[in-house]
């Protein structure tokens, strides 16, 4: 497992330290804090029934966050359904985020300027998605990367073996990113497959594989970095295994963790938080301070409200609004029903 900071907050890899700045650092340091801070309020809003569909990502800040931070504004990112951290740091507006959640249309509609795709909830579907966009960037001779992102369970579907294989043989520029936390909603890891690790399901395709320590978020930048490299280079794609955990529940549509997890797990992980290491290191280096995380949280719960409030005052979805926004040309079955719902609407 590669790893350059530990538990601790102590650097154990200074060879393969990044080239981040202090600034950087800080910056990684205030999108984790943020976004737990955010995924706190998407849980609370969800318990209040108005947020609908959420997939808890605390615990998978360093391997979400440390990820996208290695990433060119004009890299793409094709999301799962929990990715969500990824595509908002990448330019996608938080108040569309939440309206992502509510399953509105315009959660879907990504700005025309920004290199992602909506996210997939097709369990490995992203895989073959990311090997086409990226063999597209190849052939149109672009100097960027696809990444996409996909769960210990997501690496047993067809479909990853196959987006792995195509991007390999095409050495189209992909970065696969397996996030093993540990569970596909209740199934362990260790019940989803023989092989020792995720990572090395990449030797199958003839593709480098890495396992990184996915609560350390210098080791993610670092080696998506490599990854991203690499693809520029020509060199294909790569395979990188998180290895993390997720905190909460699968996602807030009833499951609960404790019918298959036990607390001592729970403590075991939250002991590796991603968080805690990053502080412990900047703190020891006078670059971090409670003052300092405070006004984060502040700023954080200060946007959170207003974005929630913009996804509120969003005029609401109507059916003919789903009718119109599905269909280019409108087949006579439906311009029927679009003609009904706009007269029920206008009621
Ligand atoms: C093709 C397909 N099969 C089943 C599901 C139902 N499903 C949703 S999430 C999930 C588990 C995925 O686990 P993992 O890939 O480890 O990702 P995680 O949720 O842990 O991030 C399943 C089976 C689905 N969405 N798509
Ligand atoms: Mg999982």
């Known amino acids: 497992m590669f790893q350059i900071m530990n538990e601790e907050g102590e650097i154990v890899n200074e060879d393969a330290f990044p080239d981040l700045t202090d600034e950087d650092l800080q910056e990684l340091m205030r999108r984790m804090v943020y976004t737990r801070i955010w995924d706190q309020r998407a849980v609370s809003l969800n318990r209040q029934g108005r947020l609908g569909f959420y997939a808890p990502v605390a615990g ?201 997890r036990t607390s001592d797990m729970d403590d075991e992980w939250e002991k590796r938080d991603p968080l805690v290491r990053l502080r412990k290191y900047l703190e020891n280096k006078d670059l971090w301070s409670e003052e300092r995380e405070n006004e984060v949280v502040d700023t954080a719960k200060e946007e959170i409200k207003a974005a929630i409030k913009q996804a509120d005052d969003t005029p609401k979805q109507k059916v003919s609004d789903l009718i119109e926004n599905m269909n280019d040309v409108l087949p006579p079955n439906l311009k029927d029903q679009l003609e009904e719902y706009r007269e029920k609407e206008s009621k």
């Open 60 to 260: 998978q800040e360093a391997s979400m966050l440390g990820s996208q931070y290695a990433l060119d504004q004009e890299d793409w990112i094709v999301p799962g359904y929990r990715d969500v951290p990824q595509i908002v740091w990448h330019g996608f507006p938080l108040y569309q985020a939440f309206l992502f959640s509510r399953g509105h249309y315009h959660g879907g509609q990504i700005p025309e300027e920004l290199n992602v795709l909506s996210p997939q909830i097709i369990i490995g579907a992203q895989i073959v998605q990311t090997a086409g966009v990226a063999l597209g960037l190849k052939k149109k001779e672009k100097n960027s990367v696809a990444i996409t992102y996909t769960g210990d369970g997501g690496a047993s579907q067809g479909d990853f073996y196959e987006g792995m294989n195509f991007a390999g043989s095409f050495k189209a520029p992909a970065i696969f990113v397996v996030q093993n936390n540990q569970f596909a909603i209740s199934v362990p890891a260790d019940a989803q497959t023989s092989a020792k690790t995720i990572a090395q399901k990449s030797v199958a395709a003839g593709i480098p594989g890495r396992q990184v320590d996915g609560m350390d978020v210098l080791a993610v930048y670092a080696a998506t970095k490599d990854a991203r490299e690499r693809g520029l280079a020509g060199d294909g794609p790569s395979l990188l295994e998180t290895l993390c955990y997720r905190y909460g529940p699968h996602t807030m549509a009833g499951d609960d963790p404790t019918r298959y």
